[in-house]
C-alpha cells in the first residue's frame, strides 16, 4: 500500500450560518476558545480583535479563507 503526498488538506468547516458574531450577529467565520467559553466573531471583529485574543485564546479556528472561495 501506498500513501499519497500530494493529497490536499481536508478543511474543516465546522461554522454554518447559524453561527453568528457574539459583536455584531453577522455570520461567524472565527471562533475562539478564551477561558473555557468559545467567542465567535464575523472575519471584520475577528480581525480587529485577533491580537488581542490569541494573546489569551487557547484555540483559534478561522475559516475566512470560505469568504474567497464563494465569490
Not at 12 to 37: F, K, W
Request: overall charge negative.
Amino acid at each position: 500500500m501506498s500513501m499519497s503526498t500530494t493529497a490536499e488538506p481536508v478543511l474543516e468547516h465546522r461554522l454554518t450560518a447559524t453561527d453568528r458574531c457574539d459583536s455584531c450577529g453577522a455570520q461567524a467565520y472565527i471562533a475562539a476558545e478564551v477561558n473555557g467559553s468559545e467567542l465567535l466573531f464575523c472575519a471584520h471583529h475577528g480581525r480587529k480583535y485577533e491580537e488581542k485574543l490569541r494573546a489569551v485564546a487557547t484555540s483559534w479556528h478561522d475559516e475566512t479563507a470560505r469568504l474567497a472561495d464563494a465569490r
